[in-house]
């Protein structure tokens, strides 16, 4: 298991996280360890120890609960819309959303376009899916649920707009 406090702990770039693996692969991870870095800040060893703190927890929560909130709210209505989200995301706050369907009501063709049509005419801003591999890419947007409800709320009163 490989993790890190990026994400849940809020701590992105500061490159902090562990590993458990069987014990008797602890001395090759160790040797590929020692020769990636040499070890974690003092300052953000200590504020990992911090993030266990119940008070720490307790926040940690809160703001995954809010996340959730923003996810069971967006989701829902991306799909009302034709865009077809085939994964319900779980630990991120991003949808991958087919936009074949929504494309084609705008007429253009491609996440790339719908994406271009989406910042020209709604003043929203979302991700193609070429920026994210390879396969069928082109039918995909990502979208952030990362911002407020109400921003949220905002962006699916454009969309429907838009969208019919």
Known sequence: SINSFSKYFN???WRLGWMVVPEAL???VERVAQNLFICASTISQHAALACFEPESIAEFERRRAEFKA??????????????RVPVMPDGAFYAWADCSEAARKLGVEGSWDFAYALMQ?????????RDFGTAETAHYVRFSTANSLPQLQEAVRRLRALLG
């Open 11 to 13: 701590m992105t770039g």
């Open 26 to 28: 602890v001395p090759a």
């Open 70 to 83: 923003r996810r069971d709210y967006f989701i829902p209505e991306l799909e009302k819309l034709g865009l």
């Open 121 to 129: 005419r709604a003043h929203l801003a979302i991700t193609p899916g």
